[in-house]
């Protein structure tokens, strides 16, 4: 089956500095990736969707010179968190969907435990 | 706006039945997914919805009526491994020929011995 990969699974970094999560969908192409923002006992929130070969779409109230995102190729996207904050520490997950798309389309990385301090 | 509840949290007991319930508002409506979430884990796929009707699966059942904006997930044989929060989300059309999820915020399930 389609399988995400999602790294680092933890980072912690110090307020200021800046961390990139690399998302990679390893047996299928995928022309839209969604990044998720999940804060302890909340659902998840979508932050941004990105697309293959331009500029992602970035859901309201989400900074974009904040969160950089990057979707260079059918297999990869990064989002970095620019100048952290201890407000943004929190858990971001990934989320690919293949070109053929399907109900199945919707796979989960592993997730990023961010912990500014 | 998008509005999709479900119960915050749910108790029940070990060889038990219990139904999570779902309910949405949506501008618009591509399917219905369910998901079990362990904490500090990434969602997995339980169930997708898109017809009026129930979809079964083992121990795990959906059903989805989308002239009440309703959905449930019934997990039978509880077992304490099914502890852990399910989420609930509906497929949106985000415009360009993309579809995006909507959660709801998830209800923890504690399973009891």
């Known amino acids: 089956g389609a399988v995400v990969s999602q790294h680092p699974s933890r980072v912690i970094c110090k307020s200021g500095t800046s961390v990139k999560i690399e998302c990679r969908s390893l047996?299928?192409?995928?022309?839209?990736m969604f990044w998720y923002r999940q804060f302890p006992k909340q659902s998840l929130m979508l932050m941004a969707t990105?697309?293959?070969?331009?500029?992602?779409?970035?859901e309201q109230g989400v900074e974009k010179d904040k969160f950089l995102i990057n979707h260079a190729s059918l297999t990869l996207s990064t989002l970095t968190v620019t100048s952290a904050h201890p407000e943004d520490s929190s858990f971001y997950i990934c989320?690919?969907?293949?070109?053929?798309?399907?109900?199945?389309?919707?796979?989960f990385g592993s997730g990023t435990r961010l912990t500014v301090v | 706006g998008q509005n999709i509840d479900q119960p915050t949290e749910m108790t029940a007991t070990e060889g038990a039945i219990v139904q999570i319930n779902c309910t949405y508002q949506?501008?618009?409506?591509?399917?219905l997914f369910w998901y079990q979430q362990h904490a500090g884990e990434a969602p997995t796929f339980l169930s997708y919805?898109?017809?009026?009707g129930l979809e079964e699966k083992g121990r795990f059942s959906s059903f989805l009526s989308r002239s009440k904006g309703y959905s449930y997930l019934l997990l039978k044989e509880l077992q304490m491994k099914d502890s852990a929060s399910y989420l609930c989300?509906?497929?949106?059309?985000?415009?360009?020929?993309?579809?995006?999820?909507?959660f709801g915020k998830g209800t923890k399930l504690s399973v009891i011995p």
């Open positions: 949506t501008s618009g409506f591509n399917g």
């Open positions: 990105s697309n293959e070969g331009s500029k992602a779409t970035y």
């Open positions: 989300a509906v497929i949106l059309y985000s415009g360009a020929g993309s579809y995006q999820l909507t």
């Open positions: 919805n898109v017809l009026d």
């Open positions: 989320s690919a969907s293949p070109i053929t798309g399907g109900i199945y389309g919707y796979t």
């Open positions: 047996d299928f192409q995928a022309t839209t």
